[in-house]
Structures are given as C-alpha cells and as structure tokens.
C-alpha cells in the first residue's frame, strides 16, 4: 500500500480515519501539533500517542517535505527556491523579506495550461498540479531553511500555476495555511490570485476561507485582453467583473486588482480610465506590475512616465494603487519570470 503524506492531508480526513479504526479524535489536534508546530516528523517520537497509535500511523502514512535542490538570492535580498519533487519536475518559490513581513510566493502547478502571452510559466504549458503536499510543503521547507526572524508571515499563491485550475489541492493547502493547529497565518496574510475562474471563484466563495482574493485583470477591453490572456474568451470582462462584485467580503476587505503593464498595449490613458469605470463601487485595492521582461518574448516594459501617469489617474480617482516594486528580476524570481527550466527550448 502507498502511504499518505501527512502534510497537506486534511485535519477533517485525519479524524475520520481515527474514528474508522475505532481512536478518539481528537489526537489527530496532538499529531498536528507535532507535525506543525514541534517539527517532528517520526511517529515514534510523538509521544504523548500510544504504542498502537503510533505503529498505526507508520502502516498509513508518512510525513515528507520538497527538497530544496538550489537557492538563489537577488541582489534585493529575495531567495528563489528551486524545489525538486518526488517524481524529478521542479518548481519554484520565492522569498520576499522587508522590514514588517516576509511573503512567500508558492506554486500550485508545474507549469499552467492558461497560456498567458507575457507569462514565462504559461510558455511551459501543464506538466501537472502539485499536491497539497507539495503546496503546502514549499511554506514550510522554506520556514526550516530559515531562522526564526525570517519565518514567513504572508503568503501569496502567486508563483507558477492557476491556483483554482488546481482546485481541491489548492483548498486544501490553504485551509492547512490558516488552521490553528498547522501553519496558522492569519487568513489576511494569504492571498489567492487568479487569472479569472468565473465559475471557480463562485465555487471558492462557498468555501468559508476568509482569505484575501487577487484577480489577475490586466486589461481594459476584451479585445486587449483576450490576446494576452486566452481565458478572457472564457469568461470575458463584464462577466468576470459581475461576479466580482456580487464577491461576498468580509468588512475591511478588498479584492486586489494585478495590472500588469506592457508598453503601448494595456498602459494608455484610455486603459486607466476604463479601468477607474470597472472598478468603480468594488472595494478594491490596484497593484500596477510593470512588465518584466524574459528573452524570447514580444513585449515591452512601459515607460516609467506612463506609469506614473495611470497610477496618478486612478489615485485622482481616490483609488488605493500600488506600483509593485520588481523583486528578484535579476534571478528571473518576478512575477511571470518563474519556469523552473532553462530558458532556452528543449533539443527535439
Ligand atoms: N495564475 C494566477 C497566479 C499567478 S500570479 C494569476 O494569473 O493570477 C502571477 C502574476 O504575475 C499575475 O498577476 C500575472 O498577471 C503577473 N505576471 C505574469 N507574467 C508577468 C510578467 N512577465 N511581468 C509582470 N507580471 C507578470
């Protein structure tokens, strides 16, 4: 029999199985407690479990994280993590220290179906999702390469993949992110971002996981946006954005809006001020991305002036906008750069 990794596997499955082999269950709280909290990743040392327990869990399960196979660090202080999983693919994170948090970039995918044009990642098309193992796992194998300062205190399911194309992992994970008991980060430190999943965002706000939600919009008109993002055929603007604002949030929250900006094709007045009309009566936050550039691709950064321009429209407008500063470009660590392969196509 194949046994389970423990991380990543479900508090709500790890009682069922108790009660199915006749244990109370409230020691799966203990074996988290282990697991999450002291490290201790052997059942024989859990000892404030029996004998019969612990021979019970070896016959089922077995606790293992990613192995970090390299690390890079920008000249910004971020680390990449180049992660290698059971089955030999890689994939990556990112580690985004400044004074008042440390962010965690984690994937969901090797690779992503979704195929955006200025996405390094979308260029690999999908290998497979990761497991919640492997999700959850990046967070805490990064936390053990760590000292206790550095420990992650924000984490964004930003790095390669469409966190809800992987639906049932991706929840899993991040329940397991906000549980007492686990990772426990507060649930406005973890940021889900998607490309725009109409019908999985309807089915991600019946899950009560209060966590924030970042929607990748990138565009102004459906003609713009379906040429850079082929999901836009799918589900296009006003339905996107309907669903949107029927978003149940909790008060205080607001859904973030990613803009990522290419020179001359979604960076014009025009664009910003569509976007103000899009937005408008969302309680929202806007985080312009300044394109970052890989080797073989068709698109440009914008000129600084424009970005500040838009950013200036929408502040006019008494939107919250932020120009995200480009970490870890120097070791392809940015938003959209994360391949986890050479650059350069594979020999046929
Ligand atoms: N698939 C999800 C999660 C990935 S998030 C999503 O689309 O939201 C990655 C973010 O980086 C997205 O907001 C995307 O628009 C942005 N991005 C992708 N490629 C980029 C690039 N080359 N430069 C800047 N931002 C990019």
Request: proline share 5%; glycine share 4%.
């Amino acid at each position: 029999m194949k046994l389970i990794n423990l991380i990543g596997f479900p508090h709500a499955r790890l009682q069922e199985f108790l009660l199915e082999h006749r244990i109370e269950p409230y020691r799966a709280h203990q074996i988290f407690i282990w697991i999450y909290h002291y490290k201790v990743y052997d059942f024989d040392s859990m000892t404030n479990l029996s004998k019969a327990l612990r021979a019970l869990l070896g016959e089922h399960f077995h606790i293992s994280l990613p192995r970090i196979q390299a690390k890079t660090t920008s000249q910004d202080g971020s680390v990449k993590y180049l992660f290698e999983l059971e089955d030999g693919l890689t994939i990556e994170s990112v580690w985004m220290p400044s004074d008042e948090r440390k962010t965690l970039c984690v994937s969901t995918q090797v690779g992503c179906r979704l195929a955006c044009a200025f996405c390094l990642t979308g260029t690999m098309g999908l290998k497979r999702n990761l497991t919640s193992s492997e999700i959850l796992g990046q967070q805490i194998a990064v936390n053990e390469d760590l000292d206790e300062d550095n420990q992650v205190t924000n984490t964004v399911l930003m790095g390669m993949g469409e966190p809800l194309d992987n639906y049932d992992a991706t929840v899993d994970a991040v329940r397991l992110m906000i549980l007492p008991e686990a990772l426990k980060l507060s649930s406005r430190r973890v940021t889900l971002s998607t490309a725009g999943q109409v019908d999985l965002i309807k089915k991600f706000q019946e899950e009560d996981l209060p966590v924030n939600l970042a929607i990748s919009l990138n565009a102004t008109d459906n003609k713009t946006r379906q040429d850079i993002m082929p999901i836009n055929k799918k589900y296009p603007i006003e339905v996107l954005m309907e669903c949107l604002r029927n978003y149940p949030l909790k008060p205080s929250r607001r859904l973030t809006f990613e803009y990522v900006m290419l020179g001359g094709i979604n960076d014009r007045d025009e664009d910003a001020r569509r976007l103000a009309k899009l937005l408008h009566g969302i309680p929202n936050k806007v985080n312009l991305i300044p394109f970052n550039k890989f080797a073989p691709s068709e698109f440009d950064p914008p000129d600084e002036e424009q970005v500040l321009s838009f950013q200036q429209y929408l502040l006019a407008k008494n939107y919250t906008v932020f120009i995200r500063r480009n970490r870890a470009t120097d070791i392809l660590g940015a938003c959209g750069q994360l391949a986890a392969q050479p650059l350069s196509p594979a020999p046929a």
